[in-house]
């Protein structure tokens, strides 16, 4: 009888203890599971976070590279053949990253505004018909109009550089440039300019006028209207390697001339192929007021005005690529 208690107690024991212990080893593995969910969310949070910390860096470091102009690069210069002048030019490029992701960077960073920056933008010829060696200065008058067609429509502010001091007074200010006189620039590139009611500047060789492939005087005078001509000397030289005399005949001649073809100041000077150093800049102040480079990025209104950046658009660059070179917001 005793013996029969016992087994009886310890099955009603087993019978009570076996749920107990299934409900409680339960609920000690849910709460387990809960704290590994917990664990994991808050993994996936972190991962969240450390993702929108990554695309913040990339945003922070996109958008830096794209308002940051570089600094031309003198290694990128490339020589040419004119065929008309047998002139060598170097070209410096911009020195700009080529690939732009601006277009697809999610915009959580506030931008810097554009009128930090003046665009002098820098062209040659306007022309599907290249006739140098160098294409890429032919810009295709097609290519042109949609460039011009864009700062219209994007409302920028095109000014000479009678306004250069003055330019942040301007909502979106930009400048258009092109150098050595080609005649397409009357034939495509002005009537353009003239369509989008634009001014430009044309920095001109006084020897080049006249000569096949380059602006007449009839032309010269009948654009200028709307054109600003400027100095690119007499005969395109290389200036760190003429003498003193020739230096100061190509930088006073070529103004002189200038200035009786237009009945207007020239006091701005393109050096030609880009080159020059302290002796060509202490000449050239004797002259002009400003000069500018085959080169190097945005103008910032804190550079010297003997060394004046421009944006280098050259044949065949992408809207996209003409947005990045002028910072477009
Ligand atoms: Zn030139």
Redesign the pocket.
């Known amino acids: 009888m005793q013996k029969k208690i016992i087994v009886y107690t310890l099955c009603i024991s087993i019978i009570l203890i076996i749920p107990l212990v299934i409900l409680l080893s339960h609920f000690g593995l849910s709460n387990k599971v809960t704290c590994n969910n917990s664990a994991s969310a808050e993994r996936v949070q972190e991962v969240k976070k450390e993702a929108v910390e990554t695309t913040v860096e990339a945003a922070e470091e996109t958008d830096q590279q794209t308002t940051q102009p570089v600094e031309a690069s003198p290694s990128e210069t490339q020589p040419y053949t004119a065929a008309a002048h047998n002139e060598q ?1 170097r070209t410096v490029n911009d020195g700009q990253r080529e690939n732009s992701t601006d277009s697809d960077t999610p915009k959580i960073i506030e931008v810097q505004s554009s009128t930090e920056y003046l665009p002098i933008l820098y062209y040659h010829a306007i022309n599907d018909n290249i006739t140098t060696s160098f294409k890429e200065l032919f810009v295709s008058p097609s290519e042109f109009e949609q460039q011009m067609e864009f700062l219209k429509n994007n409302e920028y502010t095109v000014i000479t550089f009678d306004k250069l001091a003055e330019y942040k007074k301007y909502k979106k200010p930009i400048i258009i440039t092109f ?2 006189g080609y005649e397409d620039n009357y034939t495509y590139a002005y009537p353009i300019l003239k369509k989008f009611g634009f001014n430009a500047t044309i920095f001109l ?1 006084t020897d080049f006028i006249d000569k096949p492939l380059y602006l007449k005087k009839s032309q010269i005078e009948e654009m200028l209207d709307i054109i600003n001509f400027q100095s ?1 000397s007499i005969s ?1 030289p290389f200036f760190t390697q003429i003498n003193n005399e020739q230096l100061e005949l190509e930088l006073s001649e070529s103004k002189r001339l200038l200035e009786e073809l237009t009945g207007s100041a020239v006091d701005v000077l ?1 050096y ?2 880009g080159d020059y150093d302290s002796r060509v800049i202490k000449a050239a102040k004797k002259y002009y007021k400003y000069a500018v480079l085959n080169g190097g990025g945005l103008y910032r209104g804190t550079d010297n005005n003997y060394e004046i950046n421009r944006v280098y658009i050259p044949r065949g660059i992408s809207m996209t690529e003409f947005k990045r070179r002028i910072n477009h917001k």
């Open positions: 030019t150098d050595d060789c690119h395109h393109a030609p192929t």
